[in-house]
């Protein structure tokens, strides 16, 4: 990602879900979006924990809150 970039398009995901997402909807998602995912070598797991860091930050700047848990996949969306 250049800088911010992931920020971005999670913000742009959950703002026009219809439902909260897990970190592994999003990454899937972004993963889709850039076309990376036939990339050799790609790590998805390392590739969730990217996401989970920026949605720490999105958090903690107050952008989008933690909603609940779909089994053991903590549940996002765009903050009220």
Do not use: H, Y
Not at 27 to 41: N, P, Q, Y
């Amino acid at each position: 990602f250049k800088t911010g970039e992931a920020n971005v398009f999670i913000l742009d995901m959950l703002r026009t879900a219809t439902k909260p997402l897990s970190i592994s909807d999003l990454s899937k998602m972004i993963v889709f979006d850039k076309g990376i995912d036939s990339e050799e070598g790609f790590d998805f797991e390392r590739f969730c924990k990217v996401v989970l860091s920026s949605l720490s930050r999105c958090e903690s700047g107050g952008l989008i809150e933690r909603v609940g848990k779909d089994g053991l996949s903590l549940l996002w969306q765009i903050k009220s």
